[in-house]
């Protein structure tokens, strides 16, 4: 059923929830589920630090389980208009769960089971921490996030979510927060540090980390990825956004703009050149012309 | 000698930058794939599974995201730079990783109606102002609307035309031309609306619906009837069919000065009545016709609530179409038996 506006305000409301050629940040919804530890707890409560403000965390026990049943999730999403989500949960046999998750018109996409070994929380490592909603630098290592299949579309559902909203420029001296994820042996050691940037002998200047936010050690568990059509079909980019491309238009060495005219192919027999009026034949001095040749012709002759 | 100290200077030269660059060079095995769109960078560099022992692991992935990050910031620093308000900022490239949409495409909307008019007409959309000077009471005034800057109904002097009839009211002819493009542009409004939601609307008469209620059918029956050049005077009736009383001017006035015994006959009975200790209006009767009403009234909300929800505005040509439900039982006291449908 189609929602119809009745006040201008909800109209603004549900405009700002329709597909739009080019989207802007994605905002995550993070959710506790069924049973969970303290350090899912904890560990939901700093994923929620780190994406604030574009995120909304549901703190109240959610039922759920989303390997089997992913309604409740889509559900969710599209009252929360959120198209990234992580659900955590504990139980038994899989303990200290995080699940890492995108959607794509309100249906899952990807997600990735992802237990926790190790976590620091960002409340016992007692450093200063850089501002909310500081777009942070990505960087993964190791071979297997190119080589192996999972580990690349894990690579790009991370980017997916830690990625800030796109920015046309940065200021430099604001790049202050890294996320270090490393990848070994079906583990994943993500780590976030603060960016102390050091007076070197030149423009560039030199990095020195320091310890900061949430750490963990996690290790893989299952996954869901989607099929590639789906993959493909969630990539495919409107017309309107690509710049259109001018041709004819052409630049050489030397940096200037060069363009090409088609022209059509032209009589030239009938090139209509200036008009010079004195050097026009006029009729009688045609006759002296002729006459003079004629005269010519049989002088020679003799 | 000449030339192996410029070869010195040179050397000394290099071996100075390299002092220099010393802080920030990172040497690794393969060089990282960056995105600075996206503040990205891969290393791919094989990780030395030795190194990774629990007590030196924190110093090993500590140590290698310092050479990553170095690495990554290097590459920041190579974007061109622009000065925004004294702060210095680099401007950022397209994101090279592609990363899947939110939501699908949106599909391009076809034009509405007045799109494709003015495309056709070259009609082209122009910015107007809030406010105009109104002239007249020098001041700003909105351009339509209450208290709008020309206003030719609120006038107080009307220049008489040359070619106009003396005797015609100009007042009275501007009121009456507002009047009607009003009543025009509603007309518009509900003819656009109806054609919107594709309800039939007759230029004239009554809607054809579904189910018809009675009352609507006999109206029809009657409308149809009239509608000869002789306006049904020569209609015969159907067998059981009765002429309806109802035809002609519904009220009769007598002329102003004429029979005076008539009228003197007729303000004496007056007096009679009012004299008369009998009350002239039959309290019964009255209540009960209040309550058929009543009960016509919900019979009909109920039963048209389901229906008519499209409707809007008036849609039948008379407003008389009543849901013919027959008259509940009596109920309550003083209910004297039916009244047929009686004049109204």
Known sequence: ?302 | MASCSIEDVLAKAERDEAEKLKGITVNKELDLEFDPGNLLAFDKNRIDTREFKDNKREDFIRSLARDNTQLLINEMWKLPTERVEEIIVAKLPDPSTPLPREKPAPKPKPPTKWEQFAKLKGIQKKKKTNLVWDEVHKEWRRRWGYKRAKDDTKEWLIEVPENADPSEHQFAKRNKAKKERVAKNEYNRLKNIARAQKIKVPGMGLAPTPRQPKAELAQAVNVAKISTASVGKFQDNLPKEKTPKNTGKKRKFQPLIGDFSSEKQKQLDLLKVMDSKKPRLDITKAVNKQMREEDRESAQKSKKGFGKKGRRGNMSGKGKGKAGGKGKAPKGKGRKPHMKQGKR
């Open chain 1, 1 to 302: 059923r189609k929602q119809k506006a009745k006040t201008r305000r909800s109209k603004r409301f549900l405009q700002s929830r329709e597909p739009k050629l080019t989207e802007g940040q994605k905002s995550s919804m993070i959710i506790r589920g069924g049973n969970s530890s303290e350090t899912v707890s904890q560990a939901l409560k700093d994923v929620y630090a780190l994406k604030k403000p574009n995120a909304v965390l549901y703190k109240r026990k959610n039922m759920v389980r989303p390997f089997d049943d992913s309604t409740a999730l889509e559900f969710f999403s599209k009252k929360s208009d959120c198209s990234l989500f992580l659900f955590g949960s504990h139980n038994k046999k899989r303990p200290n769960n995080l699940i890492f998750g995108r959607m794509f018109d309100f249906h899952v996409l990807d997600m990735f089971e992802l237990g926790i070994e190790r976590f620091v929380s960002l409340r016992d490592v007692k450093t200063d921490t850089c501002p909310e909603g500081t777009k942070p630098l990505l960087v993964f290592a190791g071979e297997l996030f190119e080589t192996d299949r999972e580990h690349q579309r894990l690579r790009n559902l991370l980017t997916d979510f830690f990625c800030g909203p796109r920015v046309s420029a940065v200021r430099l001296a604001g790049l202050e927060h890294v996320l270090h994820f490393t990848a070994l042996e079906g583990k994943i050691y993500m780590r976030s540090y603060k960016v102390l940037l050091k007076k070197s002998g030149c423009r560039t200047p030199r990095i020195q980390l320091q310890d900061m936010g949430p750490s963990f050690d996690f290790v893989m568990r299952r996954n869901h990825m989607a099929s590639d059509d789906l993959y493909k079909t969630a990539h495919r980019q409107p017309r309107g956004v690509k710049p259109k491309k001018k041709k004819n238009i052409s630049h050489d060495a030397f940096g200037t703009r060069l363009g090409r005219l088609h022209m059509q192919k032209q009589d030239l027999d009938k090139l209509q050149t200036r008009k010079m009026k004195g050097l026009r034949k006029r009729r009688g001095e045609q006759t002296a012309e002729t006459a003079a040749a004629a005269a010519k012709a049989p002088r020679t002759d003799e």
